[in-house]
Antibody, heavy 118, light 110 residues
């Protein structure tokens, strides 16, 4: 069974930094692309970043230059490094596996909450 | 990349059929088979219910189906059940090499 467990969320001031982690199990981690998707309170889903098995990174304009996704295939872990955080980055951040690239986000963690506030 | 357009809400009676639309452009929905749908109950993580426009993953009831016409994808729930009341999101891969989500549709079972 595929399992994704996020950690690292918390309260941070505007302009601050945070690193999220996602521990994966139940599949061959190095084969699959991994993604972060976020959901602001009461709002919809927003794609945040993706990293392919070989390490290629992809970002939307909204976070490019501030967020960095990375992975450690030996530890089956993916990270999201977030810098220069803004109040609008407040959201529940989900770790997601991409199956049958680029077709489907087939496994989701339970999310970790990031609150950016002074 | 603009978000895909979904109706804010759709409702139907128990046992009825409903359809949720997801309108994009030739740069996303109209170009790729990477259109998928996710169901989200309150306080829960999203769950994949349709992938690659019309493929239903193992374990998803066959009352869920997907289709596409030009730049608009659709999710149909036939024989609506109480447990189908949830938020539904579409997403598509795009020519920019990114993904775009719809704004979400709240499905209410009357």
């Amino acid at each position: 069974e595929v399992q994704l467990l996020e950690s690292g969320g918390g309260l941070v001031q505007p302009g601050g930094s945070l690193r999220l982690s996602c521990a994966a199990s139940g599949f061959t981690f190095s084969y699959d692309a991994m993604t972060w998707v976020r959901q602001a309170p009461g709002k919809g889903l927003e794609w945040v970043s993706t990293i392919l098995g070989g390490g290629t990174e992809i970002y939307p304009e909204s976070v490019r230059g501030r967020f960095t996704i990375s992975r450690d295939n030996s530890r089956a872990t993916v990270h999201l490094h977030m810098n220069n955080l803004r109040t609008e980055d407040t959201a529940l951040y989900y770790c997601v596996r991409i199956d049958k690239w680029p077709n489907r986000f087939d496994a989701w963690g339970q999310g970790t909450l990031v609150t950016v506030s002074s | 990349q603009s978000a895909l357009s979904q109706p804010a809400s759709v409702s139907g009676s128990l046992g009825q059929s409903i359809t949720v639309s997801c309108t994009g452009t030739m740069s996303d929905v109209g170009s790729y088979n990477s259109v998928s749908w996710y169901q989200q109950h309150p306080g829960k993580a999203p769950k994949l219910v349709i992938s690659e426009v019309s493929d239903r993953p193992s374990g998803v009831p066959d009352r869920f189906s997907g289709s596409r016409s030009d730049n608009t994808a659709s999710l149909t729930i036939s024989g609506l059940q109480a447990e189908d009341e949830a938020d539904y999101y579409c997403t598509s891969y795009a020519t920019s090499g990114t993904w775009v989500f719809g704004g979400g549709t709240k499905v209410t079972v009357l």
